[in-house]
């Protein structure tokens, strides 16, 4: 399965300013997934990312918010843009290896902005 | 649009008992991934269930799909401290992954 490296693993920021998180993969992927995890919940999907494409997005999330950049099939990046306090959460990257196998994470980057 | 439910939020269970966690939903799945979240950690993949009825074994844990493909379960047998974490299904639909709400498992030794 492949490998990511997502980066940073965690940060403090103060509101009002963007934070860019960045996941790197050891392979080529066509789609790279942007997820949310607020404390104690689930995953929320937030954006698919797609090399030379603008990103998916789903409800209740827009491009202004988190804009995000896939310049090649093995790099993307989610900006979490104007933050606020409601931001602070785990989010994370994903991609899937084949049809029959999972979907690798990576590990993730605690938000907490004050 | 489509969710899968999933029961109970949270187990707690003395070493060595058994646990079941459940996902359902209203309509069809197409298929269902089960993941383990360990504290402080990022899912990781269990296995995948497509047909009807499959069932699938890894050591202690025993995955279900039901016959209509509107529910699955997992299993695991004489929990373990190393089992502590929270297991999640998720329908994989579209090349994207929607998760179940997870159910968080504590082991008391």
């Known amino acids: 399965s492949a490998v990511i490296s997502q980066k940073p693993s965690r940060d403090i920021c103060q509101r009002g300013t963007s934070l860019t998180i960045q996941c790197q993969v050891d392979?080529?992927?066509?789609?790279m997934f942007w997820y949310r995890q607020q404390p104690g919940q689930s995953l929320t999907l937030i954006a698919t990312a797609n090399q030379g494409s603008e990103a998916t997005y789903e409800s209740g999330f827009v491009i202004d918010k988190f804009p995000i950049s896939r310049p090649n099939l093995t790099f993307s990046t989610l900006t979490v843009s104007n933050m606020s306090p409601e931001d602070s959460s785990i989010y994370l990257c994903?991609?899937?290896?084949?049809?029959?196998?999972?979907?690798?994470f990576g590990s993730g980057t605690r938000l907490t902005v004050v | 649009g489509q969710q899968v439910m999933q029961i109970p939020q949270y187990q707690h269970v003395q070493e060595g008992e058994d646990f079941t966690t459940y996902c359902n939903s209203s309509t069809t799945l197409s298929n269902i991934q089960w993941y383990k979240q360990r504290p402080g950690g990022h899912p990781v993949f269990l296995i995948q269930l497509v047909k009807s009825g499959e069932v699938k074994k890894q050591k202690r844990l025993t995955f279900q799909f039901g016959e209509a493909k509107k529910n699955s379960s997992l299993h695991i047998t004489a929990t373990q401290t190393t089992d502590v974490g929270t297991y999640f299904c998720a329908e994989r639909t579209g090349g994207k992954l929607i998760f179940g709400q997870g159910t968080e498992l504590s082991v008391k030794p």
């Open positions: 994903s991609v899937g290896t084949g049809t029959d196998y999972g979907y690798t």
């Open positions: 392979s080529q992927v066509t789609m």
